[in-house]
Every structure is written in structure tokens, then in C-alpha cells.
């Protein structure tokens, strides 16, 4: 079983394809509560968006890693926004939430919200967007909160630059 979740998240990582040059994305969405996020607002902090579904088992394998993330970068300069990439039932995605204890902002896309990022070719999909509003990372599959820490640092450490994606794909500063 676990060599199939590894050869599934191989598979997704080799099918991804480059990110176009860093440009600055915004979209808004309503969490689960009714309240409207915009990317634009968090202009200033870095954001890890992340596309996942209630189904799907690397996801869940990522929810305590994203959380512990969200709540110790959240006080400085990073948040988490997670994006349900699922048709479902609105008390069910609540009560999912409550369930994991998902501490950051759950969104409900919009039909299209994907084409802001790129096609979504396999869940979990994360975007770490910077300060200044520019998707300048993606990962296919599972993030650690080491992980995402690490990519931020070495971001921080070449501004203008962007982080090399696996397997080649490096989103290219304009």
C-alpha cells in the first residue's frame, strides 16, 4: 500500500509540468464561515495555498504538517489558505474540519480558480506565494511543515529569485 501512495506521488510529480515566469496572482474566496478572503490582503506575508480534498489520502497526511506550519508562522509572516478542490456539502466540510482541528482558513473555490495557478494535476497540489503577490513555487503532493519552511528560507535568501520545483520545474523569476 505504501509503495503504491510513493509510485502515485512519483507520477504526479513527473507529470507536472513548469509554472509560467512568477506574476502576481489574487483571487477571492469565502471560507466556510461566509467571510471573503482576498490573496491581495495577505500582500506582505508569504501564503501556501493549498488545493486538497477530503478523499484523498496524501492530503490528509499533510493536514497536521500545514496546521502545525499556519499556527507558527501565522504570528510572523506566513499563513496557510487551504483551497477544497471537491464538490461537497458545506456541514460535511465543517464537521471535516473540526474533525482534523484545520486551525487556517478553508476556502470553497470558484469554478476557474485553478487557471490562476496553473492546471491541478493531482491533489495535494501547494503554491507558495510571496510578499509580493507572485506564485513562486509549486509542489505535487504531500508538504511538510520542514519542507515549507526550508523553500521560504532559501526564497528570503535570493529575492527575485524563485524555488527550484522537483523533478526540473523551476518557476523562472520575469
Not at 501512495?5 to 502576481?24: H, I
Not at 496524501?58 to 508562522?73: G, S
Not at 513555487?137 to 522537483?166: C, D, K, M, N, W
Amino acid at each position: 500500500m505504501r509503495s503504491l501512495k510513493t509510485f502515485t506521488l512519483l507520477m504526479l510529480l513527473v507529470m507536472s509540468g513548469p509554472l509560467p515566469a512568477a506574476e502576481r496572482v489574487d483571487f477571492h474566496l469565502r471560507d466556510l464561515q461566509g467571510q471573503e478572503h482576498r490573496l491581495s490582503d495577505y500582500r506582505g506575508k508569504w501564503v501556501v495555498v493549498n488545493f486538497w480534498a477530503t478523499w484523498c489520502p496524501p492530503c490528509l497526511d499533510e493536514l497536521p504538517e500545514l496546521v502545525d506550519f499556519h499556527e507558527a508562522w501565522q504570528p510572523r509572516d506566513a499563513v496557510v489558505l487551504g483551497i477544497n478542490f471537491e464538490q461537497v456539502d458545506g456541514d460535511y466540510l465543517r464537521e471535516f474540519v473540526d474533525e482534523y482541528f484545520i486551525s487556517y482558513p478553508v476556502l470553497v473555490p470558484q469554478r476557474g480558480i485553478e487557471r490562476l495557478f496553473g492546471r491541478i494535476r493531482g491533489l495535494p497540489t501547494t503554491f507558495i506565494v510571496s510578499p509580493q503577490g507572485e506564485v513562486v513555487h509549486r509542489h505535487v503532493g504531500s508538504v511538510t511543515r520542514e519542507y515549507l519552511e526550508s523553500v521560504i528560507t532559501q526564497l528570503r535568501a535570493r529575492p527575485g529569485q524563485t524555488a527550484f520545483l522537483p523533478f526540473g520545474n523551476p518557476v523562472e523569476a520575469p
